[in-house]
């Protein structure tokens, strides 16, 4: 189990910056993920962490050792690939044994541990098969026992989930991260499916035009989003504009179009001061819909469509000044027919306040 | 991979081609431009176009590029556009059987094709049959000089490449394209000639360029038919004194300056890559099946062409059997003893034996040159791949007749690379000679091969411990193994029957390679033209079995290698 300790790294494709200036530490057996729309720069610091890429500025460190200039094979890292990058000229086995075979590890050592690392994947009985003849979900897993069985010092994820259908990612980014747990090995997996980084991370890290943008567990990115743009990347969230009045004790008071709201600050570095233009951010699923007014947090208006789930209901509620996106848990459809009139209420622990 | 390690491959094939391809090269103009008195002279070069003889010699040389490529070119858009059109029966047979003349050797086929077309011969004879000639006054199908006889088998042996070539450029073409041609009312040949030949030009130039420069430079052929008034031929029996004259350099300057500027300028006026074509195919497009009567006449067309093309080689087979043929459509009589005859010759085993261990050589060569220099042009972003590219390439540009007397001429003594003159041992310059002219077709499949190789495949072992080159050895050569036997098949069968190396370059008899041991065999007065027959059975058997395991393993991407 080893920190990785990433400092001021800047990597550039001629003119284009693809990371500039970026600074994170990953604790010992940690979960990570580096999250973020395409193009941020997440797959190109995850290649820069493999060795695939050298950096231009800055130094990555693997426990205390600088591992900045080493080659991608001195690294002992375990990288799963978007595509698998199974080899198709190589049986099952084969393709686990290959990391082994290059550690000079003895030939009943590498059978036995292949066999293992299988069996933990659950795939045991397909040794012998070629690549070609597997499932995409059992190639996922071929894939993992592959990173998994030279016992690298950490795992690199390169959207190992992105070719699997709907049902499978569920099953196998559990199964990922009870490995991940099992063995101890820290791990850094890149994703742009915000419900894995959500569900099995133990930090993420938002990036956004090659900087960090949020750093924090998942609770902490979906409830206390920094900036505007985490905040629509992580979840769903409605914004709505307002002028800051003052403070009450942590309690930001806001001054917007549908009336005073209060909330938290999400950048614990940013002071607004009184008249200065913000942003307020508020979850589908942090309202509730109610008959009668609020003196604060709460707006007026019709219920637009909706669409109902099930479990959950989701409607689009039309105020005097913009429409606001709703979830109701176990909802009660037949007291909620269009067109009828409602007051939607946030607490105060939901709002959360921007910079423009 | 590392940086370090791309770069030095980089150099040593940069640094193999600066010695072995642009050297002699150079070697060669110096001859042809610096006078006895050791200062620049164009005296040589305008003296060639001043003497008759070597202005008759180029004319000739031009007539039979230039008529050799128009007939490969009538054969061969004819047989692409069927190919690409129609589903017809035995398609898949008929269109590999239609390249097998590529790898015939063409030399050989001569005493075929004399047999059968000479004034004595076989077509004759037949027509004398049914009545239609009279004995007295046979014709001459060769014609004067029997330069039409060097044109017919140089079309007949290299309209495969063209055919590849412009298939390949028809599948291109979007079949929107026509459509809205006839949509617009412009059908039939109008259609083809104002649509769908001008989206085929860069690839009929791709591939009459090699044909040209091929044929423009022919030496084994016309030697055969004694057709002596050509500049290839001139050169060849100039080399007897290269140490004194220097009018063989000035014509090997003549020659290579003509190709070069060919190729160059279809190059700059053709090679902007093929017309993009815009919008994706909409339409299935593709060959339709054609109907019985139609696709008969396809398969009909596709066999008598393959017939027509295989034709001389069959006469060779017949010569080699034969107990005489004269003035009769077959032969009078069959036998064996001329095999026996030429096995027991004193040169031929010892020829067979050579060509084996020079091709073989060769080949090992090509196969480490073609993949590093594959490597760094997929691979790498070094600066200058694209010049190592474009020069693994120029071989195709470069007659072989002009790289052979090139080799020649630096490895002549007092010269730097005396050490591996082909008098003493030509089993290195030969071999040099052979993976250099063949190199390009190397590089190319292997080039396809990392091309079609994902490189996520190469950082997966990495990844897992594996240094570059053992990631090379261990995860790419595996992958693009199909490509590199292809390529490397490809090459072993043509150096084994290469001609204007062989002829030029080995000088003793006990180091001649198959080829020139035919020639010499032919030479011999009597038996000469069975005996050699039967040896040129005996490589086209070698041949036959070579490409027919490239294009097993290959399939339809054979024609990708060549291409200009």
């Not at chain 1, 909802?331 to 269009?338: E, T, Y």
């Not at chain 2, 009769?328 to 009078?332: A, K």
């Given at each position: 189990m080893i920190a990785i300790t990433i400092e001021n790294l800047v990597k550039k494709f001629g003119d284009t910056v693809a990371l500039s200036g970026i600074t994170l530490r990953i604790e010992p057996g940690e979960l990570f993920f580096l999250l973020g729309p395409s193009g941020c720069g997440k797959t190109t610091l995850l290649r820069n962490i493999a060795g695939f890429y050298i950096p231009d500025e800055g130094r990555i460190l693997f426990g205390d050792e600088d591992v900045t200039n080493l080659p991608p094979y001195k690294r002992n890292t375990g990288m799963m690939f978007q595509s698998y990058a199974l080899w198709p000229h190589m049986t099952v086995a084969e393709n686990v044994a290959f990391g082994l075979e290059e550690r000079r590890v003895r030939s009943a050592d590498i059978r036995q541990r292949v066999t293992a690392a299988l069996e933990s994947v659950q795939m045991g009985q397909y040794t012998e098969r070629k690549i070609a003849q597997l499932s995409g979900g059992q190639q996922q897993r071929v894939a993992l026992a592959r990173a998994l069985v030279i016992r690298p010092r950490c795992v690199l994820l390169d959207e190992?989930?992105?070719?699997?259908?709907a049902r499978l990612r569920l099953e196998m980014r559990s199964e990922i991260r009870r490995v991940c747990k099992e063995n101890g090995l820290t791990a850094i997996y890149v994703t742009h499916d915000q419900k894995e980084a959500l569900s099995i991370s133990d930090r993420m890290a938002v990036l956004e035009g090659g900087r960090i943008a949020q750093i924090g567990t998942p609770e902490q990115v979906y409830r206390r989003p920094i900036t505007r743009v985490v905040a629509d990347f992580i979840g769903e969230t409605n914004f709505l504009k307002g002028k800051m009045l003052s403070f009450d004790g942590a309690k930001a008071v806001i001054e917007t179009v549908g009336g005073p709201f209060e909330g938290f600050l999400g950048d614990p570095d940013w002071k607004p001061s009184a008249g200065d233009e913000v942003i307020l951010s508020i979850r589908p699923e942090s309202w509730s819909l109610r008959g009668e007014p609020a003196a604060v947090n709460a707006v007026k208006g019709r219920i637009g469509e909706s669409i109902y789930l099930g479990e959950v209901a989701q409607y689009i509620l039309r105020t005097a000044h913009n429409d606001l996106k709703i979830f109701e848990l176990n909802?009660?459809?037949?007291?909620?027919?269009?067109g009828q009139e409602f007051f939607a209420v946030a607490s105060a622990a939901d709002v959360v306040v921007l910079k423009p | 991979m590392s940086r370090q390690f791309s770069i030095i491959v980089f150099l040593l094939t940069a640094l193999f081609f600066a010695l072995f391809f642009l050297w002699p090269i150079a070697e060669t103009l110096c001859g042809a431009f610096v006078g006895s008195d050791g200062k620049f002279t164009i005296s040589y070069i305008t003296e060639v176009f001043r003497n008759p003889l070597y202005l008759e010699g180029l004319w000739n040389s031009l007539q039979m590029g230039v008529w050799s490529t128009l007939l490969a070119a009538f054969i061969a858009i004819p047989l692409a556009w069927v190919s690409d059109r129609f589903l017809f029966p035995g398609k898949s047979l008929l269109g590999s059987l239609v390249l097998v003349p590529m790898i015939m050797p063409p030399f050989v086929g001569a005493i075929g094709i004399k047999q059968i077309l000479g004034q004595q011969g076989a077509l004759n004879a037949l027509l004398k049959d049914i009545g239609c000639l009279n004995p007295a006054h046979p014709i001459d199908w060769l014609g004067e000089g029997r330069i039409w006889g060097v044109i017919v088998l140089n079309a007949l042996h290299l309209y495969p490449i063209l055919y590849l070539n412009v298939l390949a450029a028809l599948a291109n073409v979007d079949p929107a394209m026509e459509e809205a041609a006839e949509n617009l009312g412009c059908r039939g040949l109008r259609k083809f000639r104002r649509i769908t030949l001008p989206l085929i030009i860069p690839g009929i130039f791709a591939g009459g360029t090699i044909v040209f420069i091929w044929s423009f430079t022919e030496l084994g052929v016309p030697l055969m038919f004694d057709f002596t008034r050509v500049t290839s031929v001139q050169i060849f029996y100039g080399i007897k004194d290269i140490g004194g004259n220097p009018f063989p350099f000035a014509l090997v300057v003549v020659l290579l300056c003509s190709t070069v500027l060919l190729y160059v300028g279809s190059k700059l006026l053709f090679g902007r890559d093929s017309y993009s074509m815009m919008a994706k195919a909409t339409s299935q497009g593709g060959p339709r099946k054609a109907g019985l009567a139609l696709g008969l006449l396809c398969s009909g067309l596709f066999g008598l062409v393959t017939f027509l093309a295989i034709l001389p080689h069959i006469g060779v087979i017949l010569v080699a059997f034969s107990t005489d043929w004269y003035q009769?459509?077959?032969?009078?009589g069959l036998t064996l003893s001329h095999f026996e005859a030429a096995l027991g010759h004193n040169l031929t085993l010892p020829s067979i034996q050579n060509s084996l261990k020079y091709a073989g050589l060769a080949t090992i060569l090509d196969m480490v040159l073609g993949v590093a220099i594959a490597f760094v042009v997929v691979r790498t972003r070094l600066p200058g791949r694209q010049i190592l590219d474009a020069m693994a390439m120029l071989p195709l540009a470069v007659p072989g007749l002009v790289l052979a007397f090139g080799y020649l001429a630096m490895t002549q003594e007092g010269k730097p690379f005396a050490f591996l003159n082909p008098t003493i041992d030509p089993l290195i310059i030969l071999v040099i000679a052979y993976s250099v002219r063949r190199l390009p077709y190397v590089v190319r499949s292997a080039a396809a091969g990392f091309q079609q190789t994902s490189v996520t495949l190469e950082e997966a072992a990495q990844n897992l411990g594996c240094p570059p080159l053992r990631t090379l050895r261990r995860i790419t050569i595996p992958l693009i193994a199909a490509n590199l036997i292809a390529g490397g098949l490809l090459a072993f069968s043509f150096a084994m029957l290469e001609v204007s190396d062989s002829l030029i370059l080995a000088q003793k008899q006990q180091d001649f390679p198959i080829t020139k041991a035919i020639y010499e065999l032919y030479q011999l007065l009597g038996e000469g033209r069975y005996l050699a027959s039967a040896l040129g059975v005996w490589a086209m058997a070698f041949l036959a079995v070579a490409i027919i395991g490239t294009s097993l393993i290959l399939g339809k991407k054979l024609g990708a290698i060549f291409r200009a």
């Open positions: 190992p989930l992105s070719n699997l259908d909802p009660h459809l037949s007291a909620r027919c269009q | 009769t459509i077959l032969p009078s």
